[in-house]
């Protein structure tokens, strides 16, 4: 069997065939499906991946199969890739140097409900989760958009932030992941389990530093969510409210505000949401909806649209979160292949002004979308804006205009870790990367840095950490 990808020159056939029982797949148009995420929401990235497959996939069931797959991939030093739902947006999931795929949505169980928390396996589909957890009067404190088709370990892997940041902190917040396991890529692989501290050494590391297999994470009571949203007469008066909301006693789980003409792509809401205004996207636990409408009326909005689950079923409507985060950028996406996003934090104290400010110099071509988180306990905003795309040294230019007026952006641009929100290498993951992944076989072209300490102890990395 050839090489799908053009890049090794291993006999996959053999190599297939050795995997057994593991169940493959070596169909070239299944392969090359399975080797994307949404990195086309980016023409930079679409340029750059949209010709890197893998050459098999191993779809393996338990922790077994799975070091089954590690343990070839590093007798033969076949560079590995995890993929889950294959939601992200950086090409984490992307094998830029070919090899094996190894897709973990067959290990999905749910191994263990408790009343605070859920220990489960990586490929676990979070709609499920999130549904088994309702039954027992809980939730995950944090989920993303993309919950459908997303897996809770690409979800810890890849993500940092969700449904739920604004009232429970980033995933990285201390007690949102309790404890994750993983494996490491190695003829003997070795299970390791991180916690405390130590869980933020894998979370977010795009698995270049080990094979996550199974989670503990903190749950929370479920609230009786009705889906939400508001018109104002203004962008800054959409954000003063989300503001408000943000720093309210009211428990919303989402607080989302969007530019006027980012409605004109929710084809959904027509003849719902009043047309040409800004909205307010959130969800409010029913209990607390009067005091919801009593802040929107301070605020001089006006509430389009209330609907619970029932509700929502009945109209065949989307849930309100699936107008916020990066679903927003789907969303237009389906109609206008020419607007891409950035992601920018606005960092505290937050306040109106900034956004006149920024609105001033900033373009018709950039259309306002911010998500109000929780982060290290301080209330902060992420902007994800809708751009419409023409050159890329104007997404640069724009980024440029953002940390200009003191709003630093990460680069969703870019598949390379280091291009993120630190904008410099992690030596602390390059460290893990060391211990659990000697050969470098783990999604190593995402990281720039690796090529340079490689060859140096893990001690070593580390120590370039705190240098």
């Known amino acids: 069997m050839t090489s799908i990808s053009g890049k090794t020159t291993t006999d996959w056939a053999a190599f297939a065939a050795a995997l057994s029982p593991v169940e493959t797949i070596a169909e070239p148009v299944l ?3 399975r080797s994307r995420d949404f990195f086309w929401y980016s023409p930079i990235l679409d340029r750059r991946l949209k010709t890197c497959f893998g050459d098999l996939v191993a779809r393996p069931k338990s922790p077994a199969e799975m070091m089954q797959c590690l343990s070839l991939s590093a007798r033969h030093l076949v560079p590995v890739t995890l993929r889950g739902g294959g939601t992200g947006n950086y090409g984490q999931s992307v094998p830029m140097e070919g090899g094996l795929i190894i897709d973990t949505t067959a290990m999905g169980e749910i191994l263990e409900i408790r ?6 396996q990586a490929g676990c589909n979070i709609l499920k989760l999130n549904e088994a957890l309702k039954a027992k009067g809980r939730e995950l404190p944090v989920f993303p958009s993309t919950q459908d088709i997303a897996t809770i370990g690409g979800f810890i892997s890849g993500g940092s932030a969700g449904i739920g940041t604004v009232s429970h902190g980033m995933l990285r917040d201390a007690g949102n992941v309790l404890e994750i396991r993983a494996l490491s890529a190695e003829e003997a692989p070795r299970e390791m389990v991180f916690s405390g501290d130590q869980i933020n050494m894998i979370h977010h590391a795009w698995g270049i530093n080990g094979v996550i297999t199974e989670l503990t994470l903190r749950t929370v009571p479920t609230e009786d969510w009705i889906g939400c949203i508001a018109t104002f007469g203004s962008y800054p008066a959409c954000y003063g409210a989300g503001m408000a909301l943000a720093a309210s006693d009211i428990r919303r789980k989402l607080c989302s505000t969007l530019d006027a003409r980012i409605g004109t792509y929710f084809d959904r809401l027509t003849g719902i949401v009043r047309e040409g205004h800004p909205m307010l996207v959130t969800l409010i636990p029913r209990a607390q909806m009067g005091a919801f409408r009593a ?10 649209l209330e609907m619970d689950d ?6 065949k409507l989307p849930h309100a979160f699936e107008f916020s985060y990066n679903h927003t950028t789907l969303q237009a996406l389906k109609t206008d292949r020419k607007v891409t996003y950035l992601q920018i934090l606005c960092p505290a104290p937050l306040n109106v002004e900034k956004i006149s400010e920024l609105q001033a110099v900033l373009g018709d071509d950039v259309y306002m979308h911010h998500e109000f988180s929780l982060m290290g306990g301080q209330r902060v905003a992420f902007d994800l804006p809708l751009v419409k795309y023409t050159t890329d040294e104007r997404l640069y230019e724009i980024m440029g205009l953002y940390e200009a007026h003191g709003c630093p952006a990460s680069d969703p641009h870019s598949c390379i870790i280091e291009d993120g929100g630190m904008k410099k290498a992690d030596y602390r993951h390059l460290a893990w990367k060391k211990r659990m992944d000697p050969l470098g076989l783990l999604n190593s072209p995402k990281t720039r840095e690796w090529g340079r300490v490689r060859d140096l102890s893990p001690e070593a990395i580390e120590a370039l950490h705190k240098a």
């Not at 009343?115 to 489960?120: H, K, L, M, Y």
């Not at 802040?295 to 389009?304: M, P, R, S």
Request: aromatic share 4%.
């Open 31 to 33: 392969v090359k499906k």
């Open 115 to 120: 009343p605070d928390f859920v220990r489960v």
């Open 295 to 304: 802040l929107i009326a301070a605020h001089h909005g006006q509430i389009d």
């Open 310 to 315: 029932t509700e929502r079923l009945a109209r």
